[in-house]
């Protein structure tokens, strides 16, 4: 397989087999989603 067509088939995260791994930005983006999520639920409880 050649190099360029390795590195355009990963380019975009969620192209490929299905059983992949979500990638890591996915992951960032779903941690602090959540902290926003669990913030607006303790802010208003605590003042």
């Known amino acids: 397989m050649r190099p360029g067509a390795f590195r355009a088939r990963h380019a975009r995260p969620g192209t490929g087999t299905p059983d992949e791994r ?15 999520a669990f913030l607006c639920a303790v802010v208003p409880i605590a003042t």
Do not use: D, G, K, T
């Open 22 to 36: 979500p990638s890591p930005c996915f992951l960032v983006f779903l941690v602090r989603l959540v902290r926003l």
